[in-house]
């Protein structure tokens, strides 16, 4: 299984980034893929899910309205757009996948690197 985070990177608060999930291998019963991010000294939170489906998503109440997760079905890429960043949204981002539909980091058994995304004031 792989899971291969990017698109990160500096933008300016009110800026807009796309993160991208490409995934390979994972198992046929994967339910959703979520998006969580942690800053430093923080615990890991959760961003947002979306079902292997692509139908249903699930947002933090921290970034809904700003954040929207899609999947490339022919891909089998995940992606996170996130528009008017904000400071607070300064973190490393990960992607994950579950057998579940859950905000729990402990419900996501495939998880990838990371990548960084800064917003600057």
């Known amino acids: 299984v792989q899971l291969q985070a990017s698109g990160g990177g500096l933008v ?3 800026g ?8 390979s291998g994972l198992p046929r019963s994967t339910y ?4 969580f991010r942690q800053a430093p000294g923080k615990a890991r939170e959760f ?4 079902t292997w489906s692509g139908v249903s998503t699930n947002y933090a109440d921290s970034v809904k ?5 899609s999947r490339a079905n022919d ?3 995940v992606y996170l ?11 490393v ?10 905000d729990s980091p402990h419900e996501y058994d495939f998880w990838g690197q990371g990548t960084l995304v800064t917003v600057s004031s």
């Open 75 to 77: 891909k089998n890429v």
């Open 65 to 69: 309205g700003r954040f929207t997760a």
């Open 93 to 102: 981002y990960y992607c994950a996948s579950s057998l579940r539909w859950s």
């Open 16 to 23: 807009s980034l796309r993160l991208s999930c490409a995934t």
């Open 32 to 35: 959703a893929m979520g998006w």
């Open 81 to 91: 757009q996130m528009n008017m960043l904000k400071p607070e949204d300064t973190a």
């Open 47 to 50: 961003v947002g899910a979306i």
């Open 12 to 14: 300016q608060a009110g």
